[in-house]
């Protein structure tokens, strides 16, 4: 089966970076997802990484190295509007129709 | 576009009584799919489809019954409520040829509690 970790919680100062980590155990997999959800709402897709290496797209990257199962989002240049929680993702090549698995989340709370 | 649409947004049920979560996506993609989301558990996918007439089932399916005679609507119905069915439920879809197959989109969700 699958199994993405995550740290549950994380906190950051408003400005700040902030990183954070994704271990996972698959077989197979095509790619590491981002999602973030903010309370009382939907989760949205953040970033993607097909291939191992950095991925950038405004104040958020994201990272891949398969050879260490391990990824993470960094956040820079911290709002108060990235209170929220962010959820890496897998699409496998175990079922037939690569679902998508998440991990448990890390609930990301900015302070001023 | 609207996207991904999901009825009712809350709902409070009492054990035993069955309902249909309603899910409809204007994108026209193939595949589409149920999430429940409970505390510290993450997104769990309870069942998919990836096109009309073909569904298969996810990490967490009992309980639940889906269809799919349309690309568009996928509802997903339960069948006698349970108090461990209280949760949130996400309806999903995505692509599943060409470019952005990893992006999923979400329902707004269905917050559903059960008595």
């Known amino acids: 089966g699958q199994s993405l970790e995550q740290p549950s919680e994380v906190t950051a100062v408003e400005g700040a970076i902030v990183q954070i980590n994704c271990t996972y155990q698959t077989s197979g997999f095509y790619g590491l997802s981002w999602y973030q959800q903010h309370d009382g709402g939907a989760p949205t897709f953040l970033s993607y990484?097909?291939?191992?290496g950095l991925e950038e797209t405004g104040r958020f990257s994201s990272f891949l190295s398969r050879s260490d199962s391990y990824g993470y989002l960094l956040l820079q240049e911290l709002q108060m509007k990235d209170s929220a929680s962010y959820f890496c993702?897998?699409?496998?090549?175990?079922?037939?129709?690569?679902?998508?698995?998440f991990g448990t989340g890390t609930r990301l709370t900015v302070i001023p | 576009n609207a996207g991904v649409t999901q009825t009712p947004k809350f709902q409070v049920l009492k054990t035993g009584q069955s309902m249909t979560l309603q899910c409809a996506q204007d994108?026209?993609?193939?595949?589409m799919s149920w999430y429940r989301q409970d505390p510290g558990m993450g997104l769990r996918l309870i069942h998919y489809s990836v096109g009309a007439g073909i569904t298969d089932q996810g990490e967490v399916p009992n309980g639940y019954n889906v269809s799919r005679s349309t690309t568009e609507d996928f509802p997903l119905r339960l069948l006698s409520a349970a108090p461990s069915q209280t949760s949130v439920y996400f309806c999903?879809?995505?692509?599943?040829?060409?470019?952005?197959?990893?992006?999923?989109?979400f329902g707004p969700g269905t917050r559903l509690t059960v008595l």
């Open positions: 990484n097909a291939l191992d």
């Open positions: 994108m026209n993609h193939e595949y």
């Open positions: 999903a879809s995505r692509r599943t040829s060409g470019h952005s197959t990893d992006t999923q989109y």
């Open positions: 993702a897998v699409r496998s090549y175990q079922t037939g129709a690569n679902n998508l698995f």
